[in-house]
T-cell receptor, first 116, second 113 residues
């Protein structure tokens, strides 16, 4: 399956600042997905990032707060802007993973963000 | 939007016991996926199901895609301490196009040695 490197793995940030999370995949993928997992909760999709076009955001998420870059088919970044304590979550990137006999989605190991 | 109802929310079991958890939906799904998330890690795919009625095993894990396409279960046999974690079901609703996965709320499994 695809291997995803996500960094940083964790960070503690001051409110009002911004953090950029990077996601690197070991193969070319059409779509990359960014999720948020609030403490004790399930995964919520933030946006879908396609190379060469603007990301598509889900309801409740806006580009000004979560700008996304997708400069090529193996890399994407998510920025959490003007952070507040409510942004404390795990942020995960994911890609579709097509193998010979299976199909699913592979996830990075996540970025645990704490905003103080 | 689409929702998956996953149960139970949490389980405490003795080592060696079998475990069963399930997901249901009010609408039809084309794909069911089961993930496990360890603390501090991203979810890892355990089993993927693509056809109604499909029964698939992965070691001590067995999962089935319900005939109605609105449910799926995951069984773990002879649980061991490393089975501890959060298990998520996920799926693609029918006619979802490129809509990404819908996730259940997770089942938190604790194994008592």
């Amino acid at each position: 399956s695809a291997v995803i490197s996500q960094k940083p793995s964790r960070d503690i940030c001051q409110r009002g600042t911004s953090l950029t999370i990077q996601c690197q995949v070991d193969s070319q993928v059409t779509m990359m997905f960014w999720y948020r997992q609030q403490p004790g909760q399930s995964l919520t999709l933030i946006a879908t990032a396609n190379q060469g076009s603007e990301a598509t955001y889900e309801s409740g998420f806006v580009i000004d707060k979560f700008p996304i870059s997708r400069p090529n088919l193996t890399f994407s970044t998510l920025t959490v802007s003007n952070m507040s304590p409510e942004d404390s979550s795990i942020y995960l990137c994911s890609v579709e993973d097509h193998q010979a006999t299976t199909y699913g989605y592979t996830f990075g190991s996540g970025t645990r963000l704490t905003v103080v | 939007g689409q929702q998956l109802n996953q149960s139970p929310q949490s389980m405490f079991i003795q080592e060696g016991e079998d475990v069963s958890m399930n997901c249901t939906s009010s609408s039809i799904f084309n794909t069911w996926l089961w993930y496990k998330q360890d603390p501090g890690e991203g979810p890892v795919l355990l089993i993927a199901l693509y056809k109604a009625g499909e029964l698939t095993s992965n070691g001590r894990l067995t999962a089935q895609f319900g005939i109605t396409r609105k449910d799926s279960f995951l069984n773990i046999s002879a649980s061991i301490p490393s089975d501890v974690g959060i298990y998520f079901c996920a799926g693609h609703p029918q006619h979802s196009g490129n809509t990404p996965l819908v996730f259940g709320k997770g089942t938190r499994l604790s194994v008592i040695a």
